[in-house]
Every structure is written in C-alpha cells, then in structure tokens.
T-cell receptor
Framework: GIQVEQSPPDLILQEGANSTLRCNFS?????LQWFHQNPWGQLINLFY???GTKQNGRLSATTVATERYSLLYISSSQTTDSGVYFC????????FGAGTTVTVRA | DADVTQTPRNRITKTGKRIMLECSQT?????MYWYRQDPGLGLRLIYY???????NKGEISDGYSVSRQAQAKFSLSLESAIPNQTALYFC?????????????FGEGSRLTVL
C-alpha cells in the first residue's frame, strides 16, 4: 500500500514562532487532507488540498502532487495550536500518516 | 449539537464481551467510516459504507462487524472483545461521490478491554 510519512515526529515551539510540517507520500493520490487533533482528542479538518495552496487564518497548506509532498505552515503559533497534525491521502481510500505532535509553549 | 455523534464516549469492558459503538450524523452525507487510532500509528480504516446497501472492509476489519441502519446511522460491533482492541475509535462522514471528499469526524469513543 501507499506509504505516508510525516516529519518531524515532534515539534516544540515558543509562542509566536513559525513552523513547517511535511507530508511525503509514495504514490500518486486523488486528494490530500490535513487534520488537527487537539489535546482532548477531537479531530478537525484543516484543509482539503489535492494540489495548490490554501490559507485559513494563520495556517496555510501547499500540495505539490507531482513531487508527492504537502506542507502545512503554522505562523505566529499559539498555545491552542498544540496537538497532533495528521495528513491523509486518498489512494483510493484515505491512508493516514503517523502525525506530527506540536507543543506550543507560552 | 455535534454533526457527527458517537456513543458511548467511554467504555470499559471485559474480554469476551460484545460491544457496540454507535454513530449518527446530521450532515446528510452518504458516506460513513469507522477508524481506529492507536498511539503512534495514526488512524486505520476498519469499515466504510457509501450508502445503506454498500458495506466495505477496510485495512483492519478482522474482529469487527458493522451495520448501516439508515443513511444517518452506522454502528460498529466487536462480537467478542479482546485486549488488543483497546483503542480510540472514530466515526467519520463525507459527502462527495467519486473521491473520498472532506472528512468530518465524531468526537471519538474510547474503548478499554480488560
């Protein structure tokens, strides 16, 4: 099956810092999604982004499907950004990466 | 109220017991999914259903069964629970045809099998 690799596995940020999370996948995909799981376990869809760039407030995402990767940018991080960020690719069913655990310190 | 509701939210049971996790949604989506989350492994697909008459196995369906009672309801059963089924279970929905579409998750059901 398709391999989905996320890096880094863990990230510690000072409040206000910027960061980039990466998702690599081993085959062509129909679409890609980014999710945030907060410390209480809730999973929220951040982006549905098979290609191109999207922005939502302080978060933005870019997917380069031809090169099989996607990036999630967090700018001016806040403590509420803490949690685990997952990417998931459709090939043809959704397969999830293992996630990047982000801790934002005040 | 949540668009995707799971019950129970937490359950502790014993090995060999039958357990049912229920999911209902008000989003009007045709597609529903059950995922399992284990620490460090992301989410893995157990079963999915594209409509009431369509049920499909995911990557880890052994030991589980499902029932799609209506467009809005999709339940997951463990016929004889075992300790390695201890995990966080998520129901999800999506509305598009052709591709998976944007997924919306329930709040999760934490199951502990002793």
């Amino acid at each position: 099956g398709i391999q989905v690799e996320q890096s880094p596995p863990d990230l510690i940020l000072q409040e206000g810092a910027n960061s980039t999370l990466r998702c690599n996948f081993s085959d062509s995909v129909n679409n890609l999604q980014w999710f945030h799981q907060n410390p209480w376990g809730q999973l929220i869809n951040l982006f549905y982004i098979p290609s191109g760039t999207k922005q939502n407030g302080r978060l933005s995402a870019t997917t380069v499907a031809t090169e099989r990767y996607s990036l999630l940018y967090i700018s001016s991080s806040q403590t509420t950004d803490s949690g685990v960020y997952f990417c998931a690719v459709e090939h043809p069913k959704l397969s999830f990466g293992a996630g990047t655990t982000v801790t934002v310190r005040a | 109220d949540a668009d995707v509701t799971q019950t129970p939210r937490n359950r502790i049971t014993k090995t060999g017991k039958r357990i049912m996790l229920e999911c209902s949604q008000t989003k009007g989506h045709d597609r529903m999914y059950w995922y399992r989350q284990d620490p460090g492994l992301g989410l893995r697909l157990i079963y999915y259903s594209f409509d009431v008459k369509d049920i499909n196995k995911g990557e880890i369906s052994d030991g589980y069964s499902v029932s799609r009672q209506a467009q809005a309801k999709f339940s997951l059963s463990l016929e004889s629970a075992i300790p390695n089924q201890t995990a966080l279970y998520f129901c999800a929905t999506s509305g598009r045809t052709g591709t998976t579409g944007e997924l919306f998750f329930g709040e999760g059901s934490r199951l502990t099998v002793l």
